[in-house]
């Protein structure tokens, strides 16, 4: 009989021996929810010593407060013998710490009869990395999900920052892109929470190297700002702040060396440890990155055939038509000359020399996009007067807007500083004027305005004429490379569809833009908005 009592007193110790050294927090409470025992694990994971837990009522020390009035109801169901669900099952539940944060854990509960009353025994784990790895996994999932279906680029940062806002409860998530081109990073995607203000942070371009996208884009690194509202470097991070975001991170979008933008995540708070969230938005990061540029490649692929296609049009229809002028004028020439009076010869050298210079501008135009778009067009900026720009373009096409007896008026201050390239915005004075004169029929007016608005900011320059106008349908597609409105179309007006482009890519690379006048009149107004200063100035 003493042999068994001394087996049943061993097996005892090893079990208390057996629990000191278990990763799985004990945690052992009477029928009133008292703690009867708690081993070191439970110290580890939920932060309070043996002689701080023992006798303390569990719900207290660990139960968040809005599960403690379920927590007393299901213990005194439990105490009552009623046999309850939850024992013998795993459970997923939440637990505090010490130290107020709140985690999920993983637990078993068992019970047993004691002398003295009911004793509820439980085993828990915390699950926090476990349950960060499949929300990870889900996320992961959701945006390669997106990424597979999306129909073009724009719907698939769409995805990327929907997925990660709404799976990871982040505030706002931005998706930037770096457009080469115009040396600007553009948000293609931002993600807000509802009831989430934006304020002045909801900002849809940036300078590169400025706020957290231009500074992860520079650097070509990912970066972490632990106090956005510490961080005076950057303006947007003091707009964040206000409006209640403390810590953002973001991770470059890169394909080989390539740096193609950034994955910006803002929240009140991160949860998950630094490494680990740099890892998994790294990783969505390349993903993405990777389906970006594939797409782009695709897109390239379109763009080369539709722009191909385009441009043989063009060229069997504008270049075709000045060289068959050129040829049979000077085949005529050749043949008739002796019959010809010598006005006759020099109508004919006139009509060449017309078609030569069609030829002419044609491949100047498309040689000056080519330069542009590749970036080799290089854009001077110096101090310099756009009413003098404007009024060197009146005047070289006066004689063109007098031979259609077209009014051509300028309402111009007396100096217009600005910080711009000169040479370039010539050339958008004389592609808009001559548009002008070449879409409006004879006896019109065309008026020439700029000015600085209130702030002493921006230049606003508007040509305004009372021509064939552009309708509607045309407008979106008008600063693309050959197209043609159809109101010129039918008049049979000539033009390559390339002068508007240009325009357009030598107004964006002075950081101002253009746009087409709400039109109810006859006519057309484009509006070109300039910095007075460009900002690198
Ligand atoms: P082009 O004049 O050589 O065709 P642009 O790129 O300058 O090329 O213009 C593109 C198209 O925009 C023109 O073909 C014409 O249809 C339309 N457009 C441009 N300016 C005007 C204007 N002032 N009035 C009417 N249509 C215009």
Redesign the pocket.
Known sequence: MSERVDDVDGVVRQAQAVLAVTLQAYVAIDTEGRVLGWNPAAERIFGFTPAQACARDLADLIIPVRFRDAHRAGMARLAAGEPGRVLGQQLQLAAVHRDGHEFPIELTLTVTDEPGGRVFHAFAHDDTTAQRAVRFAVVEAAVAGGLAVAESSTVAAARVVEALGVRMGWPVVELWLVDDHRQVLTCVARHTEPGQRLGDFALDELEPGIGLPGRVCADGAARWIPDLSADGVSLRSAAAARIGLRVAVGVPLAFGRHTLGALCVYAERMDDPEDTLLGLLGRLAAQVGQYLERRRAEELTVELARTKDEFLTMVTHELRNPLAVISSSTALLDEELDELTSEQQHEYLRIITRSAQRLSVMTD?LLDLARLESGHLAVDPIDTDLRDIIEQAVQANATLAAGKQLTVTMQLPERLALHADPTRLRQVAD??L???I???PAGGTITIAAGLDDTGETITWT?A?T????PTA?QTR??RRF???????EKC???????????RTIVERHHGTITLAEHTGP??T?IVRLPSTTPSA
Do not use: C, E, H, Q
């Open positions: 135009d592609n808009l001559s548009n002008a070449k879409y409006t040509v004429d021509g064939i106008g552009i045309d008008l600063f197209y043609r409105a159809s109101t010129a179309l007006i000539p033009g390559t569809g390339l002068g508007l482009v240009i325009t006519g057309t484009f």
